[in-house]
């Protein structure tokens, strides 16, 4: 059974860097199609892809987040790390990550983590 487990410190304050991470269990993170699938979900908006990372190592990301996203494991952990440069208000969401075949891009894909909020304020 697929577990997914996101965590994050709650709170950034603008121009920060976002660190947040998931924990993942039940799947080989290295046997292909694998991918781990980060979103979001601002306030009374829709889900918002923001990138993956494959079984091979390599990412994709969304066009509007490529300059500020990245996304690395620990394979010694089984844990990803989705990092967001240069935060503002806007980046204020429910973050997700997803286990899947391919990229995820709504709810009915993907084993999903519960989520964590972060709010960017000073």
């Known amino acids: 059974q697929v577990r997914i487990q996101e965590s994050g410190p709650g709170l950034v304050k603008p121009s920060q860097t976002l660190s947040l991470t998931c924990a993942v269990s039940?799947?080989?993170?290295?046997?292909?199609?694998?991918?781990l699938n980060w979103l979001r979900q601002p306030p009374g908006k829709g889900v918002e892809w923001i990138g993956y990372?494959?079984?091979?190592?390599?990412?994709d990301y969304s066009p509007s987040l490529r300059r500020r996203a990245s996304i690395s494991k620990d394979t010694t952990t089984n844990q990803f790390t989705l990092r967001l440069s240069s935060v503002t208000p806007e980046d204020t969401a429910v973050y997700y990550c997803?286990?899947?075949?391919?990229?995820?891009?709504?709810?009915?894909?993907?084993?999903w983590g519960q989520g964590t909020q972060v709010t960017v304020s000073s």
């Open positions: 039940g799947v080989s993170l290295t046997t292909r199609p694998f991918h």
């Open positions: 997803a286990s899947a075949q391919g990229q995820v891009t709504t709810r009915v894909a993907g084993v």
């Open positions: 990372l494959t079984w091979a190592n390599t990412t």
